[in-house]
């Protein structure tokens, strides 16, 4: 930990607002405080993916508690995002640091031009001396909004720009073995593997009721960056420094497994897919055991509405998701090539169709 020279830190909302729900500059500030001078020795960068769009945007807009619905929830992080990085903007500016905004979806991932837009903004951002503060794109994507709070969108992040560490701040101390409010309960220091918390049950409502995620999203965030080979601490706001000094604090996840291919962490994780291919018994072979691309006449069904470029699931013949992929043709083009060679599609309807319906280096295998 103490050797990570690039970290993710994410913040969830209920430790960034008051108990009545609006900016508590001064935890803002106690953050900024903590991110500016780990950073000031030039030896470490950061990237903040900040929550609280939709606390900062209640009172504004006269709302006394969050909405219910998504399209309220939306217009409050719309209002809110410009107050927050407003903030950020101002407390950075005691240190003399610059703070970028980015608004990212988990969808614009999956997209191999978005998520080289993206890494390439990040990267060029750090190099600048800027400090980027990720937040989900609220307007168009509400993964994070509905179930989140932006746990999982860090882990994303923290995949994407290569990061040696993921930080996940919130106002729980870690996780434990029981209810922490209880006496006989106490911290994991240290997550190995998945089979460390098999036995332990975890709580899934955030305490202060502004932000979403809960213990449950905040695991899974460190599962899947701990899968990809980044380790993760999970800690409360207040121990941010010891956090990203490489004190004892929080619970550590170890990385479980290798860096996977860029792109293919996001399809796997994020993306939702648009809609379903089922694959004849010898392309599910092809795919799943060959690890080849998915030619038309593997194709026995298709399902749902997508554009060249969406996630799909390729299922087996009993219905079963076997991969993802991000497809090359729209949904209404499919069903003319289906079963045929692609061959015989290029003769008959043009170059253009002698090509995969999903190519191997867009696939990722659900259960390998
Ligand atoms: N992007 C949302 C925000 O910043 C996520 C957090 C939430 O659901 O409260 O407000």
């Not at 083009?333 to 002698?354: D, K, Q, V």
């Amino acid at each position: 930990m103490r050797e990570a020279r690039r970290i993710v830190v994410k913040v969830g909302s209920s430790s960034l607002t008051t108990a009545s729900g609006g900016l508590d500059a001064d935890r803002v500030d106690a953050l900024v405080d903590v991110l500016a001078k780990v950073r000031s020795g030039g030896e470490k960068e950061i990237v903040l993916v900040s929550s609280g769009a939709i606390a900062a945007g209640l009172a504004p807009l006269g709302l006394r508690r969050r909405p219910r619905d998504l399209a309220r929830q939306q217009a409050a992080a719309s209002v809110g995002q410009g107050l927050l990085v407003a903030r950020y903007t101002a407390s950075f500016a005691r240190y003399g640091v610059r703070v970028g905004q980015v608004l990212l979806t988990s969808d614009d991932m999956s997209r191999r031009a978005h998520h080289r837009n993206a890494s390439r903004t990040l990267d060029k951002l750090l190099a600048m001396g800027a400090f980027p503060i990720v937040n989900e794109n609220d307007t168009v994507a509400t993964d994070e909004i509905r179930f989140g709070d932006n746990d999982r969108l860090a882990a994303l992040v923290a995949h994407l720009v290569h990061a040696d560490l993921l930080v996940l701040l919130s106002d729980v101390d870690g996780v434990y073995d029981g209810d922490p409010g209880k006496p006989g309960t106490s911290r994991i220091a240290q997550v190995r593997g998945p089979k460390d918390l098999a036995d332990v049950e975890i709580g899934s409502a955030g305490k202060a009721g502004v932000g979403t995620g809960g213990m449950v999203t905040k695991v899974e965030a460190a599962r899947i960056a701990a899968a990809a080979g980044i380790p993760v601490v999970l800690t409360s706001a207040v121990h941010a420094a010891d956090a990203l000094t490489g004190q004892d604090t929080g619970t550590y996840f170890h990385p479980t497994g290798k860096r996977s291919a860029d792109r293919l962490l996001w399809l796997q994780h994020a993306s939702t897919p648009q809609g379903a291919l089922t694959l004849d018994d010898g392309a599910v072979r092809a795919v799943v055991e060959r690890r080849t691309s998915l030619l038309p006449a593997g194709i026995a069904a298709v399902e749902g509405e997508f554009s060249a470029g969406d996630p799909v699931e390729l299922r087996d013949g009993a219905g079963r998701a076997v991969a993802r992929g991000l497809v090359n043709f729209d949904a209404k083009e499919i069903p003319r090539l289906i079963g045929r060679s692609t061959r015989e599609l290029a003769r008959e309807l043009g170059p253009g169709y002698e090509r995969e319906v999903v190519h191997r280096d867009d696939l990722v295998l659900l259960h390998p």
